[in-house]
């Protein structure tokens, strides 16, 4: 008995071992050494590591992020415009867009030679550090065609978009006000806007516009109307979902909006001028928040969360831009 079950136990190892190998290759990518998964394309935590060495030897100011160890600056700035690059083209590609490969080289070169001496005394803002350190590394031609597909992705649908939503303001509070993260409040309440579902959420607006709070049902926003929030949540937020977001970071204040109707067929005027090419550009991010949605973006924990309202990444679900929230029992 024992010779037969000696001998059968390589079999059996063998069959188990393959099962396991079918199951991890009818479940996705692998996780193993990902950085992030962006659909059934894997960035490895290698190739960002890599990255993220070359640029603190190629842009000397972020040898003082190193210094001052907050190189996971440089890491995630690496790691979004990698991601942003899989969505882009995607989305190009089930758009049909594209661009003239003379346009993407010459502004790859525009690119290779728009680098500054920057200040390595470390004056100079991080975000502009490590911007400077990712176009180094990367390459320009890439970059290059990223950046001109999305201005055209936001000049094709900054006339054509509306949003129409209902709002209230999550203001700092005022004598006799309770106190507290303005931040906490707003996604607390915008959870319990999802939750109430649509016909409870407006009731809820309902009431705080009765209370005499800064709120307000079935306001329509375009981008050409709102340029300093084209690039926000508001814009790339699907139909029946809540959003929490803090329109301008210098504000305290902070808007909790449930999307109500997204139109991306709009009739511009027979007038209208071509949309400003810098809230094109900023509103594109915002245009693949539905190509995200439906592939998926799972970031490793080492650099962060994927923040949903910015598309982009953030250290952690604390220090997100904002909440994106599906509305209860609603159809997206």
Known sequence: MTTVISRRAPLAASLLAFGLVLGACSSGPSQVNAAAIVGDKTISVDQVQDLVAKAVQAEPAARQLADQRKL????????????????????????????????????????????????????????????????????????????LLMAQIGQDEAQKLSVTFDFTLIAAAGEGQPTGSLRQQAVDKARGLADAGLDGAAKVIDADIAAGAQASKNETLTPALAPDIAGTVIFGAPVN????????????????????????????AANAEAPDPRVATTLAPQLLEATADQLGVKISPRYGVWDRASVSIAPSEAETTGVVFPVKNATP
């Open 241 to 268: 979902s809540v959003i929490a977001f803090q329109p301008n970071p210098e504000n305290a204040n902070w808007v909790v909006a449930v999307i109500r109707k997204r139109d991306t067929d709009a009739k511009p």
């Open 72 to 147: 996971d600056l440089v890491s995630r700035g690496v790691l979004r415009q990698l991601v942003l690059h899989e969505l882009v083209q995607r989305y190009s590609t089930e758009h049909h867009l594209s661009v003239e490969p003379a346009k993407v080289s010459a502004f790859a070169d525009q690119i290779k030679g728009s680098f500054q001496t920057l200040p390595t005394d470390g004056s100079t803002d991080p975000s502009t550090v490590v911007q400077q350190a990712v176009n180094r590394v990367l390459d320009p031609e890439q970059i290059a065609g990223d950046y």
